[in-house]
């Protein structure tokens, strides 16, 4: 299937590039009504339930209560414009000649079935066969539409001149923050941290007083992370001791071990992070720029509004 992969995620929803074949398993009962169609091909809404449950299983988050069916609406109503986009991209397939190859829908029936996280609401229901007519009527699409995903991909460029200008025009990106290194001991009160500090400072070695509390733990303090520890720490020499310090597990008293000052990025360090931000952002503009003609030359219908 020229590298096709499948993939159940929040982020591609699917990949939100499979779509397909017309000679699916139909549904159409009272309980798998048609929701959509694209000219005369259905979507069910078993298509889009099953990509519902797919997001909530990769995020291992399941909404509910008022707030929760809010946030269903919102995932339905994406999850059935992804599903015409489907159905879409696999007209536009078989318009550019691609066909399925043999046994690739029933390979990617298995992979979609491996890739759902166990222990899920879609595994149970993976497992009740529920979804079996939807679940191949996914593959057939992938089998198609993901072959034209792959050729917009293989035709996008990414130049070093747009490379450098990237690095040139978002150097925030690329720098890294000022930290301090720090080891602490940490006592359940403030009275039990100062009594620490007093030890310290009156010529006790840090492990030594450490070993009456929790012992010694390290911390990196990044600036300008939020970290309850940078206002003492920032700037202080290595050695110094500072303290009592509130902090999530007590009360803290600190060692400063080393500062290490903020730097950028050399471009040679991001290169290929930035060639891959700017192939995925041209790769998903050519895809809108091909769905856009395509909802414009397609008839679509949406029978149901979530």
Do not use: C
Not at 98 to 106: I, L
Not at 232 to 248: D, E, F, K, L
Not at 278 to 302: D, I, M, N, T
Request: hydrophobic residues 40%; without cysteine.
């Amino acid at each position: 299937m020229r590298g096709w992969r499948v993939a159940i995620a929040a982020a591609v929803i699917l990949a939100a590039v499979g779509v397909g074949v017309w000679t699916a398993p139909r549904g159409g009962s009272a309980d798998d009504p048609v929701v959509a169609r694209v000219d005369a091909t259905p979507i069910y809404r078993s298509d889009v339930e099953f990509q519902v449950l797919a997001v909530q299983a990769q995020s291992g988050v399941r909404y509910e209560g008022p707030a929760g069916e809010a946030v269903l609406r919102d995932l339905r109503r994406q999850a059935l414009q992804t599903a015409i986009d489907r159905v879409l991209l696999a007209k536009e397939g078989q318009r550019r000649g691609y066909r399925e190859q043999p046994g690739e829908v029933a390979r990617l029936v298995e992979q979609i079935r491996r890739r759902v996280p166990e222990g899920t609401e879609l595994s149970r229901q993976v497992r009740d066969r529920r979804f079996d007519a939807a679940i191949e009527r996914l593959a057939r699409l992938q089998a198609v539409g993901g072959d034209v995903v792959e050729e917009i991909r293989s035709g996008v460029r990414v130049t070093a001149a747009e490379v450098e200008q990237f690095y040139r025009e978002h150097p925030q990106m690329f720098r890294v923050p000022a930290s301090t290194e720090v080891e602490e001991l940490r006592a359940a009160s403030r009275e039990q941290a100062a009594a620490a500090l007093r030890r310290l400072r009156s010529g006790q070695g840090f492990l030594q007083v450490a070993q009456a509390y929790q012992g010694v733990n390290r911390v990196l303090v990044i600036e300008g992370g939020g970290d309850p520890r940078e206002p003492y720490v920032r700037g202080a020499r290595p050695g110094s001791i500072v303290g009592p310090v509130r902090v999530p597990e007590g009360y803290a008293v600190i060692r400063v071990v080393r500062q290490r000052p903020g730097r950028m990025l050399a471009l040679s360090e991001v290169r290929d992070r930035i060639e891959r931000q700017l192939r995925r952002q041209k790769e998903g503009e050519a895809l809108a720029r091909l769905l856009e003609g395509l909802r414009s030359r397609h008839k679509v219908e949406v029978l149901w509004k979530p």
